[in-house]
């Protein structure tokens, strides 16, 4: 939902994890390995279109894995189709991608302007994840639980 300055919310989530910036970035643009560890916990992804170049585009569906009242779809019951476009890519460092919810709900339009950061510490990594323009039907603490979720899946993978 806008804020009072008009400007649509900003989620981000972050953590240490422990591998290099070289070994998370690849995860970042390998679709075999984000079909793994993006989906957050509970949900499922399929690819189908992941063209990882600036002005490539993507084209990925997530499915609930237990469908209830609290775990809605944004394009059917069950499963989010969403759609994007790569935005920047500066290796090893940040990867900027521009993502599009398939609904027919206006809650959820809008381009989402995801960016994710990698900056090396002596632990290994921090990873950010910063999502602006989030459309207003997501709501923030499943967005919060859900960034989270694909950051602990993201760990598990490199780790």
């Known amino acids: 939902m806008p804020n009072a300055s008009g400007r649509k919310r900003t989620d981000s989530a972050s953590r240490v994890i ?3 910036p070289q070994t998370i970035y690849k995860a970042l643009v390998d679709p075999e390995a984000q079909v793994v560890w993006l989906p957050p916990k509970g949900m499922k992804g399929r690819i189908f279109e992941f063209d990882a170049r600036a002005g490539g585009a993507y084209e990925m569906a997530l499915t609930y894995l237990e469908p209830d009242e609290s775990t809605q779809g944004k394009t059917s019951e069950n499963s989010d189709l969403v759609k994007g476009k790569f935005l920047e890519f500066i290796p090893d460092e940040r990867m900027v991608q521009q993502v599009e919810f398939q609904s027919d709900d206006p809650a959820f339009s809008g381009d989402m ?3 994710w950061s990698l900056a090396a510490v002596p632990e290994g990594t921090f990873v950010t994840v910063v999502c602006e323009n ?7 603490e499943d967005h919060d639980e859900g960034l989270s979720s694909s ?4 760990a598990e993978f490199v780790e």
């Open 151 to 154: 950051l602990e899946n993201l």
């Open 18 to 20: 422990k591998a290099s």
């Open 134 to 140: 989030v459309p207003e039907g997501i709501r923030k």
């Open 113 to 115: 302007i995801m960016t």
